[in-house]
């Protein structure tokens, strides 16, 4: 721990239950209700009125936790499936607008359906079912979003041979005018589907994107018990983007969420001469595996039950325990040495001060070894600091790629507002 006698900063806030897990219906009226009405994380492209007979079905079923996830998850079902057919049914009437936005509010409902991570059969057919509305979705704007099948070419055995990932270009990028390109690496439970969400906002200011998912995440093929896959499953995306003409190489920034800063930091120091930059937003790097952290972490900020959840994402499935035991000393990246490396990628630390997900002391001790890095705390707010710290955060990007913008006018792009 960084603060004074060997405690955490949030050391005052850790024994204490956050009221959202009560029940769910206490989840949704504390927590969830007003991101859904603004359509923001985990809500993305998500309207409140959608979840309305969801959140009804689940009071009346007093669900709370521990949840039963394939019970769970089949509550969303109907009303998924109905948004759906309204898609489809515009897609037949040549209405592209009309449909791209109800898939994409069906692959809003899939995605809660399947969070925190797809843990159960019912959860997995979610994971599924909202990957094809969301690509529908995007395939029908005006500027689509491609999956890419990345060859994953680093990879061994028992990993898999591609790396799927979400792409976009700005029209005109070529070998002759390529353009900058901002890595985007996911969280625990956010993945492609959702951080989608950027990419157009950085194709109206000339940049392209790639949204990829981290080991035990999504659809990510690296081994998710072996500390070292996502050095070659970046390998494989960087000899990737390499080879595209329109993108300038020279000009790759990596902007990291939440779990996905964990894996930020090591790609800072593993790969440092092949990026631009680097962000890692609300990441963690040696205390987030701490017993004395996740002893607490399942009744603090996170919605659900946080290290079960990180326990089946690093391998160890149900076995919550094992990850107690284990996780620090075959993760940590001061433990392995990574923090002590001496030379590192540019790197961008940034999180909330109270953070009850992965703890600031993190953000302290990166600081503390191996090269220098640049940190920007947001205080008073808890994990990843926003919407604050989006601010600080695109501002350094536009430095970055030397570009002249108000970060604010992309900030507005992140809420969604149906229009059907």
């Known amino acids: 721990m960084a603060a004074p ?56 079923k007093d669900m709370r936790e521990p949840y039963d996830w394939d019970e769970y998850a089949q509550t969303f ?9 309204i898609a489809a049914e515009a897609e037949r009437n040549g209405e592209k607008e009309k449909a791209s936005e109800y898939y994409l509010r069906a692959s809003a409902v899939y995605r809660i359906s399947r969070f925190p991570a797809p843990r159960s059969e019912k959860q997995r057919y979610a994971w599924t079912k909202g990957k094809e ?43 002759e005018s390529p353009v900058p390109l901002v890595f985007i ?16 906002g950085w194709r109206q200011k000339g ?12 659809d990510s093929p690296a081994k998710i018990d072996d500390p070292t896959s996502p050095d070659r499953l970046w390998s494989s995306m960087l000899d990737w983007i390499d080879m595209q003409e329109g993108i300038d190489n020279r000009k790759v920034c990596v902007w990291a969420f939440s779990t996905g800063g964990f894996y930020a930091i090591r790609l800072a120091h593993t790969h440092p001469d092949r990026l631009a930059g680097v962000v890692a937003l609300g990441g963690g790097c040696h205390h987030m595996f701490d017993r004395a952290w996740l002893d607490e972490v399942n009744h603090l900020e996170y919605p659900f039950d946080l290290a079960d959840t990180l326990a089946y994402k ?30 590192c990628a540019r ?32 205080p008073g707010i808890k994990h990843m600091g926003e919407p604050e710290s989006f601010a600080v955060i695109l501002k350094w990007i536009y ?11 992309q900030m507005k792009m992140l809420r969604f507002s149906p229009k059907y």
């Open 347 to 378: 790197l961008l630390l940034v999180n909330g001060t109270l953070d009850e997900i992965f703890p600031i002391d993190d953000y302290y001790l990166a600081v503390q070894h191996g090269a220098p890095k640049e940190v920007r705390f947001v």
């Open 133 to 175: 509305a969301a690509l529908k979705g995007f395939s029908l704007r005006e500027h689509p979003v491609k999956e890419v099948m990345v060859p994953h070419k680093h990879g061994i055995e028992g990993e898999g041979g591609e790396i799927p990932i979400y792409h976009l270009l700005p029209a005109g990028a070529s070998k």
């Open 314 to 343: 690093y391998g160890y499935g149900l076995d919550v325990e094992k990850f107690k035991q284990e996780g620090s000393d075959k993760f940590s990246l001061l433990k392995d040495g990574t923090l002590d490396k001496p030379r």
């Open 399 to 409: 430095e970055l790629f030397g570009i002249k913008a108000n970060p604010v006018d």
């Open 77 to 85: 079902f109907p009303q998924a499936e109905k948004l759906v057919g």
């Open 185 to 200: 690496i996911a969280g625990l439970d956010g993945y492609r589907t959702e951080l989608a969400v950027w990419m157009e």
């Open 5 to 60: 006698n060997g405690q955490y900063f949030i050391q005052d806030a850790i024994k204490q239950t956050a009221p959202h897990h009560e029940s769910f219906k206490a989840l949704w009226e504390t927590k969830w209700k007003k991101p859904a009405e603004m359509g923001v994380y985990p809500f993305m492209f998500g309207t409140a009125k959608d979840f309305e007979p969801v959140v009804e079905e689940m009071v009346k």
């Open 207 to 218: 940049v392209g994107t790639v949204v990829v998912e981290i080991p035990g995440t999504g």
